[in-house]
């Protein structure tokens, strides 16, 4: 069931009509069935991969919770018994890491697998090819994050299996994500609420906000970029550059519009998401960048891959030996370059298997580990040309900066292989072309002038309020403040605009949201 169609529609309004109706005490179970509901619209036999997920990952979590009072009822000088209850709990955790992660390699990267080892093994292997679940990797990431909270002991496990796969399977989420957490999203779930007006208007706005990158913006925006990238061949220079460009805008809009509508549902059940998108538009430093974009990815990532490697045993040793031996920075920092650089290669494994995708996870790794290690020459230089670091111009020189390393990482996400990557940042450079612009060449892309105006006019409305937004203004706070006619104005004339630009325009089929089967 499609974010973008009318069906998914009035299955939400449906959905707040019984979940407001039931009692209270009733309006998880709701929640529950209708988030089921949804996940077998969209495949009923994938619903067998949930429930695994759901009940192994509820499982580990019963027994690590069992452990840790255990542990708790020993006396302190009883450490061999300690030692022996921890070494079960990181087994249980392990068993349900390469339990899940095992499910996601064979659905998601076995046929790869077996393309790449097929012909060096020179014997038959065997082959399933799988219809990809919905939202596979974003529920796996979020159920391994409990089990491993639960590990720590950062909170008891759910001892109610449906409540936890209410948790595993809100419906919102599925999708694209966000990421989230337990201790943040469990106890909203199963909170008993009345009707808010206001939630649902807020709610209303967020998704029109979200339908509007997508059905306006990144829809159109894709015209172009399956064009270019799909003949690439046949275009140099500044048309290549441009299906780059539009490719930007259309993940972004494809992404963060998708996590609006996302939240904005959420929102008209009272439940608020984790924010997943901080404006990266105005990051001043690849870091900053990613740090901004799918945050709950990064967090994830942060929490449960970088700050266990770089804190483990193996990498202490390294930083020892590397502090003796290595002068300067580059000899204290090496632990964590490691834990970065394998940080982004999965980030860039979870993209995909391709080669250029594990060259776009060491280009960031290369460049954010470079920055750290070069930060003070860059101070020092800053510093004798009299820039002040609060300059605005210093700042937008930052931005610009790291919006040009982000926009050529994209030639690698978006192109069919690495060579084809490397091919078209070749020709960008060494042929560009630049009369493209204005001799025709770029309205015969797909898109006529208006369809490109109408991108550029929408990427400006976009920035325009992320600059109030990057200053601290709220919107729709802002917003709300007015007369109750004023809030409901807007909220037509957005209406009216995704439905004149957006759906009703000819021929305008809704594309899938890029990242619903990650």
């Known amino acids: 069931m499609a974010f ?115 012909p060096l093994l020179r014997m038959p292997l065997p082959r399933w090819d799988f ?21 720590r002991g950062k909170y008891p496990p759910e001892r109610n299996v449906a409540k936890f796969a209410l948790f595993v399977s809100f419906f919102p989420q599925m999708v694209q994500g966000p990421i989230s ?69 259309q993940l972004y809009c494809d992404f963060s519009g998708g996590i609006d509508i996302t939240r904005g549902v959420a929102q008209m059940f009272g439940i608020d998401l984790a924010e997943n ?31 266990p490697l770089s804190l483990s045993k193996p990498l202490g040793r390294l930083g020892k030996w590397s502090r003796r031996h290595i002068k300067g920075k580059a000899g204290k920092v090496l632990p964590t370059s490691i834990a970065t650089f394998v940080v982004y290669f999965l980030i860039g494994i979870w993209h995909g298997t391709d080669a250029r995708y594990l060259v776009f996870g060491f280009y960031n790794g290369i460049l954010i580990t470079a920055a750290f290690l070069l930060e003070g020459r860059f101070q020092a230089v800053r510093q004798a ?5 609060e300059s605005r111009w210093f700042r937008l020189f930052q931005i610009g900066r790291t919006t040009a390393l982000v926009f050529i990482g994209r030639y690698l996400t978006r192109a069919e292989s690495l060579s084809a990557a490397l091919w078209m940042m070749k020709m960008t450079v060494v042929d560009p072309e630049i009369a493209a612009l204005w001799d025709g060449r770029m309205l015969q892309l797909g898109l006529g002038a208006g369809d490109i105006l109408c991108v550029f006019a929408g990427a400006l409305v976009i920035l325009a309020a992320e600059c109030y937004q990057e200053r601290g203004v709220c919107i729709r706070e802002a917003l709300a403040r007015r007369h109750w006619l004023v809030q409901w104005a807007a909220i037509l004339l957005s209406l009216t605009v995704l439905l004149l630009f957006g759906i009703m325009r000819g021929d305008y089929i809704a594309s899938e949201f890029i990242y619903q089967q990650y």
């Open 131 to 151: 219809v990809l679940p919905l939202g596979l990797s974003f529920y796996i990431f979020q159920s391994i994050g409990y089990v491993i909270d639960c590990y």
């Open 4 to 118: 973008t169609s009318w069906a998914f529609l009035g299955f939400v309004l449906c959905s707040l009509l019984f979940y407001y109706i039931v009692p209270k005490r009733m309006q998880w179970v709701v929640l529950l069935l209708v988030s089921f509901g949804f996940y077998a619209a969209g495949g009923i036999k994938t619903i067998g991969y949930l429930l695994f997920t759901t009940l192994s990952t509820y499982s580990a979590g019963l027994v690590l919770g069992h452990l840790n009072e255990r542990r708790k009822q020993l006396p302190k000088e009883d450490r061999a018994a300690g030692e022996v209850i921890k070494r079960r709990k990181k087994q249980v955790v392990l068993l349900a890491v390469l339990a899940n992660f095992g499910l996601l390699y064979v659905l998601k990267y076995w046929s790869v697998t077996v393309d790449q080892l097929q």
């Open 277 to 307: 998108f901080r404006r990266p538009l105005f990051a001043i430093s690849l870091a900053d960048y990613w740090r901004r974009w799918h945050i709950t990815l990064g967090q994830w990532m942060r929490d449960y891959v970088f700050y």
């Open 385 to 389: 040309l009299g820039i002040p670091q």
């Open 181 to 249: 957490r337990f201790h943040q999203l469990a106890p909203q779930l199963t909170a008993q609420r009345s009707f808010d007006a206001t939630a649902v208007q807020y709610g209303i706005q967020l998704m029109l906000w979200g339908y509007f990158k997508k059905m306006v913006i990144s829809d159109r925006a894709g015209v172009i970029v399956a064009t270019v990238f799909g003949e690439y061949t046949q275009y140099h220079g500044t048309l290549l550059a441009a299906g780059v460009l539009f490719y930007c805008i």
